[in-house]
């Protein structure tokens, strides 16, 4: 395998870190053309993929980092007798509010007896966990909840805003 000369470590580099290829460029002291001739180099490609994906294993575990401390803090934080009720509601709505958690996922053989449990047991009376083809998955408080109602999970929002945001609107609600 060839060697890349300093001006191409220095081009890997910055597009691995996310510059633009001018910027790449600019920062090599080269003009874009032999960056563009560069890429087409089966050495450069593979000097670049190792880069982005060490780069991306940095960052995931910087943010993972981060995300530890954050939690330690607004822990911490709840914790705290003297913390004003303000701050214990803002930080408490900060933890709940959260989308798209990235929490680390199990295994999915330590699923397996929790999943073959579920399937075994025999449902509680009067609960249908089966659901009919094109019935929604919602609970029954989210089916009923008219979309101008305070949202039932106590947020203080309206229904539609909150819980309900991809809730289909209540069109009837008499029964047939």
Known sequence: MTQLTPAQLTVVQALATGATLTAAARLAAISRPTV???LNQPAFQKAL???EHEHAVT????????????????QALLNNPKSS?????????????????????????????????LATEPA????????????????PQTAQTPRNASCPCGSGQKFKRCCGKDA?????????
């Open 49 to 51: 993929a190792i880069a």
């Open 85 to 117: 009720p303000s701050v214990l509601l803002r930080a408490s709505l900060a933890i709940l509010n959260r989308k798209n958690w990235a929490l680390p996922s199990p295994h999915v053989q330590d699923c397996e007896p929790a999943t073959e449990t």
């Open 168 to 176: 289909p609107p209540v069109l009837n609600t008499k029964a047939a």
């Open 124 to 139: 509680p009376a009067g609960e249908n966990l089966q659901n009919e083809p094109g019935e929604d998955l919602a609970t």
């Open 59 to 74: 960052v995931r575990d910087r943010l993972q980092s981060l995300s530890t401390q954050a939690l330690d803090t607004l």
């Open 36 to 38: 563009y001739s560069w």
